[in-house]
């Protein structure tokens, strides 16, 4: 069992930057993959980013790609989402998820656990 409590949202003018952290609770957190995911108001919910379980490898979604950095440190059993030259399209509540598979997987139904989400505003 993971628990996971996000943290970093709030307002930004476009072209600002916010990190993103992840907290997670128990001991098995370096056997997960992580990943972000978002969701904008009347949208579903999609993926933005996954780091495997060792941090060496991550993929990103095409609309994050060189704006985003996803990393973690394990030691401290968190899960961090870098987000520069924000957009207001990237306005959204942002929730991190852990998956005990350990891929770099993109689908909402493939990670177990979840976080509460926390929201990033982007103003033009």
């Known amino acids: 069992q993971v628990q996971l409590v996000e943290s970093g949202g709030g307002l930004v003018q476009a072209g600002g930057s916010l990190r993103l952290s992840c907290a997670a609770s128990g001991r098995t957190f370096r056997n997960y993959a992580m990943g972000w995911f978002r969701q904008a108001p009347g949208k579903e919910r999609e993926f933005v980013a996954a780091?495997?379980?060792?941090?060496?490898?991550?993929y990103y979604a095409d609309s994050v790609k060189g704006r985003f950095t996803i990393s973690r440190y394990n030691a401290k059993n968190t899960v961090y989402l870098q987000m520069n030259n924000l957009k207001p399209e990237d306005t959204a509540v942002y929730y991190c998820?852990?998956?005990?598979?350990?891929?770099?997987?993109?689908?909402?139904?493939?990670?177990?656990?979840w976080g509460q989400g926390t929201q990033v505003t982007v103003s033009s």
């Open positions: 998820a852990a998956d005990p598979v350990g891929a770099l997987r993109t689908r909402v139904y493939e990670y177990d656990y």
């Open positions: 780091i495997s379980w060792s941090g060496g490898s991550t």
